[in-house]
């Protein structure tokens, strides 16, 4: 089975900074994605940006970036200029691309992002 | 759009009672899910349904019961409440087993007293 582990359960940044997220993960498999979403006190889960691993290119979204490594099995989140607006819980997660097994998301236990203004 | 939406939003159950939880979704998704939310543990799974009509266990399936009615619906039932099932729920939705983005309903606050 896959595991996703956030080594930070807390990270605090001040506004328009840049903060990274650690993410790392293990596996067996070749072929697999990653998420990370964004989790805000009203508890709604929003996809922040996704990657496959069969991509070797870095996923951006705006203000939002990975550094997937995949021989290290590591998928950090940078968030640059930090806003007010981010804080929340941040989620890495996995699915594997596998036809056989369980499907669904792999889930690491989060870590709390705090913006000082 | 609603996406996917989850009824109840908040509800207080007494040990040993039973409720279903419902989740529809509107974006014609072949496979639905039920995760479950408890402090400092992020999301585990507890049932899926890669199409209608099948269901597979996910990591914590003990005490519930789940339905895929249709394609549109899934729902999770607890038959006999307990307090350890004290927890936020949500439902997803994706179009397939690939890549493709999991969709979150809002979730749904359970107490069990």
């Known amino acids: 089975a896959q595991t996703v582990t956030q080594s930070q359960p807390e990270m605090s940044v001040q506004e328009a900074e840049t903060v990274t997220l650690s993410c790392t993960y293990d596996?067996?498999?070749?072929?697999?994605?990653l998420f990370w979403y964004k989790q805000p006190p009203s508890r709604q889960m929003i996809l922040v940006i996704r990657q496959e691993a069969y991509k070797q290119q870095n996923a951006t979204e705006n203000r939002f970036s990975v550094n997937f490594q995949k021989a290290a099995k590591s998928f950090s989140l940078k968030i640059s200029d930090s806003q007010l607006g981010d804080a929340a819980m941040y989620f890495c997660?996995?699915?594997?691309?596998?036809?056989?097994?369980?499907?669904?998301?792999?889930f690491g236990k989060g870590t709390h992002l705090i913006i000082q203004p | 759009n609603a996406g996917v939406t989850q009824t109840p939003k908040f509800q207080v159950l007494k040990t040993g009672q039973s409720m279903t939880l419902q989740c529809a979704q509107d974006m014609n998704h072949n496979s639905m899910y039920w995760y479950r939310q408890d402090p400092g543990m992020g999301l585990r799974l507890i049932y899926y349904?890669?199409?209608?009509?099948?269901?597979d266990k996910g990591e914590v399936p003990n005490g519930y019961n789940v339905s895929r009615l249709n394609k549109r619906e899934f729902s999770l039932r607890l038959e006999s409440a307990a307090p350890s099932q004290t927890s936020v729920y949500f439902c997803a939705s994706t179009r397939s087993r690939s890549g493709n983005t999991i969709y979150f309903g809002e979730g749904s606050w359970l107490t069990v007293v």
């Open positions: 349904s890669a199409s209608e009509g099948t269901t």
């Open positions: 596996t067996s498999e070749s072929d697999y994605y």
């Open positions: 997660a996995y699915r594997s691309s596998a036809g056989g097994g369980a499907d669904g998301l792999t």
